[in-house]
């Protein structure tokens, strides 16, 4: 995919557009299992959409093209989200859609890089995502390649004494290749993240690990974009990470106001009406 292949996609109305079909997806997926996590999905929706069609360079039809920047889902929960965007990328095909979480599909309910086309770790184990990171950017230098790998983890992750580690390495290394997203919805399976371990400051933290550091809104696209082309184009001698505050189960206001959306609880009738509320919302 060429820079002028990819420039119709960069106005913001074609980004909302591109985010609200990842929500879609994602809801339709949770609707073929009855459960997934959704609201992880809804939320992380305009940061994935602002990834793919705005700031990273792959290939559609070749999903390990050499030159690609590497997208690494950390946190191998939010699968369901990736697959959403991998589809709308053209890297999965649409039809597999209601195969997700089945036997032999493509698309497991946690993510496994050996079934699927464009994943490029298998995650789950959570904190071990920006070590990986790490290992792969330092290799990209390595072989002068320009790509740069974006690594999508959790606040909970935040808790993990090898996330820590691997912040120190990537500045210790001087790794300008290396983005970090930070998706804080501030929930966990226990609770809010910031009562299950606070992390605050958690900007002052990454600063002080040598980070070029940035906290933006992660449901506002224009905040997301200018986030993500300071993040790629600084000339910071280090790593770069972009904390996103996110709201779980954005785009359904129903689903939004459940007290719990870790996992969040959607019955048999109300897959129906999420997409209904979705479509109500829809960009031109």
């Not at 770069?240 to 939004?256: A, N």
Request: glycine share 10%; proline share 4%.
């Amino acid at each position: 995919m060429t820079v002028d292949d990819r420039a119709p996609a960069r106005s913001n109305v074609s980004l909302a557009r591109r985010a609200w079909n990842i929500r879609r997806k994602a809801l339709q997926m949770g609707e073929v299992q009855g459960q997934g996590y959704i609201g992880q999905a809804l939320g992380i929706a305009d940061v994935l959409a602002a990834s793919y069609f705005h700031a990273m360079d792959y290939r559609a039809d070749e999903p390990e093209w050499e030159g690609r920047d590497r997208f690494l889902l950390s946190i191998g929960h939010y699968a369901i989200a990736l697959y959403a965007v991998l589809m709308e990328a053209g890297i999965l095909p649409e039809e597999e859609l209601e195969t997700y979480g089945m036997d032999d599909s493509r698309m497991p309910m946690s993510g496994m890089a050996s079934y699927t086309p464009g994943m490029e770790i298998t995650g789950g184990s959570l904190g071990h995502g920006l070590g990986i990171a790490v290992g792969m950017a330092m290799g990209l230098k390595r072989k002068k390649n320009p790509a740069f790998i974006y690594n999508l983890m959790s606040d909970g992750e935040l808790g993990e004494g090898s996330t820590w580690e691997a912040a120190m390495s990537g500045a210790h290394h001087k790794l300008d290749n290396l983005i970090c997203l930070v998706d804080f919805n501030d929930q966990q399976a226990d609770g809010k993240s910031t009562e299950m371990l606070c992390s605050e400051p958690l900007g002052d933290k990454w600063e002080a690990f040598g980070w070029f550091t940035q906290r933006v809104n992660g449901n506002d696209l224009d905040a997301v974009v200018a986030a993500m082309d300071a993040a790629r184009n600084s000339d910071h001698s280090g790593p770069r990470v972009i904390i996103f505050d996110t709201t779980m189960c954005k785009g359904v206001p129903f689903l939004e106001q459940r007290e719990i959306t870790h996992f969040v609880r959607v019955d048999a009738d109300e897959w129906g009406k999420a997409l209904d509320v979705l479509e109500e919302g829809k960009p031109a």
